[in-house]
Nanobody, 128 residues
Framework: QSQLVESGGGLVEPGGSLRLACDAS????????IGWFRQAPGKEREGVSC????????YYAGSVKGRFTISRDNANNTVYLQMNSLKPEDTAVYYC?????????????????????WGKGTLVTVSS
């Protein structure tokens, strides 16, 4: 059974950092676009950051560029999202997602197309 399981969410003060992890099982992340999405209360889900199979191609939403970094550990079939300089507006449920259509990296991250695999999410709260 293919699944994604997120971890690492929690409460952090503004300006702080968190690292989210997403463990994949049942399929190999090497051959997939991987990404992080988030949904804040009352808002639509948005793509935060995505990475193509080659790792060279990366996408970041303008609101997180320079603060968040996506990376992967192929040996452990895990993807990470390092979040620095967190702001209250980063508060949301963060979801990990993956899709085999690597040629659609940007359109998948912009939610023009829907990712095939999804985790259940982890809550990040940025508050003092």
């Amino acid at each position: 059974q293919s699944q994604l399981v997120e971890s690492g969410g929690g409460l952090v003060e503004p300006g702080g950092s968190l690292r989210l992890a997403c463990d994949a099982s049942g399929f190999n992340l090497d051959f997939h676009v991987i990404g992080w999405f988030r949904q804040a209360p009352g808002k639509e889900r948005e793509g935060v950051s995505c990475m193509g199979g080659s790792d060279v191609k990366q996408y970041y939403a303008g609101s997180v560029k320079g603060r968040f970094t996506i990376s992967r550990d192929n040996a452990n079939n895990t993807v990470y999202l390092q979040m620095n300089s967190l702001k209250p507006e980063d508060t949301a449920v963060y979801y990990c997602a993956a899709d085999p259509r690597r040629q659609l990296l940007v359109r998948l991250c912009e939610s023009v197309y829907v990712m095939h695999y999804w985790g259940k999410g982890t809550l990040v709260t940025v508050s003092s």
